[in-house]
């Protein structure tokens, strides 16, 4: 069984652009989540979405948002992106919603914005 | 806080000893904990978890221990090898989000 696919693994923006990141999860699982992982804060809490909907949501600016597709498929997109934006975008898949639940991460894609 | 990379809390381990690596929650409501482990370039890999109701729990040279009184998680690794040597985190629920998790402590394992 394939793992959690994410596109593209590596990125180079300018400051002010935006980007979007594809996450596929692992067949049959219908729960994404999206973390953040930078030096400074480590891995934080982005979004989660299940059945195209966002369940839970992180402290993050409004310039972060994400969606998911009836094939589970979720995307992220960052607008004017800033230089802080530098991370390492990691996307987790479940079988199931909710907190109690094991998560499979991808690789990430590493973000520099430049 | 304390920050990944260059300031990571490290824990130095000699190949074959046990390595021990702490871990300290702030929500008392925390049902769940989990424990993963992140090798460099790739993605954290889950190890093991824990349920409120228990206080322990093993895996394959693996030993969770959840002490909710002082909000305490360790994860203990038996016969630590080379292969162990990564960043480890982690990670409890509030109810609201999949995780909380730590900054990391990085494992190094000497030869």
């Known amino acids: 069984k394939a793992g959690v696919t994410q596109t593209p693994r590596y990125l180079i923006k300018t400051r002010g652009q935006q980007v979007t990141l594809s996450c596929s999860p692992i067949?049959?699982?219908?729960?994404v989540s999206w973390y953040q992982q930078t030096p400074g804060q480590g891995l934080q809490f982005l979004f989660e979405?299940?059945?195209?909907?966002?369940?839970n949501k992180g402290n993050f600016p409004g310039r972060f948002s994400g969606r998911q597709f009836s094939n589970s498929r979720s995307e992220m997109n960052v607008s004017t992106l800033e230089l802080g934006d530098s991370a390492l975008y990691l996307c987790?898949?479940?079988?199931?919603?909710?907190?109690?639940?094991?998560?499979?991460f991808g690789q990430g894609t590493r973000l520099t914005v430049v | 806080g304390e920050s990944v990379g260059l300031h990571l809390p490290t824990l130095s381990v000699q190949e074959g000893d046990n390595s021990i690596i702490n871990c300290a929650y702030s929500?008392?409501?925390?049902?769940?904990f989990i424990w993963y482990k992140q090798e460099s370039g790739k993605g954290p890999q889950f190890i093991i978890d824990?349920?409120?109701?228990?206080d322990k729990r093993q895996g394959q040279r693996v030993t969770v221990l959840l002490n909710k009184t002082v909000k305490h998680l360790s994860l203990q690794i038996a016969a630590t090898q080379p292969g162990d040597s990564a960043v480890y985190f982690c990670?409890?629920?509030?109810?609201?989000?999949?995780?909380?998790f730590g900054t990391g402590t990085r494992l190094k394992v000497l030869a």
């Open positions: 987790a898949s479940s079988p199931d919603p909710g907190p109690n639940t094991e998560a499979f």
């Open positions: 067949s049959g699982h219908r729960s």
């Open positions: 979405y299940f059945s195209e909907t966002q369940r």
């Open positions: 929500n008392s409501a925390s049902d769940y």
């Open positions: 824990i349920r409120s109701n228990m």
């Open positions: 990670g409890d629920t509030s109810g609201t989000y999949k995780y909380i």
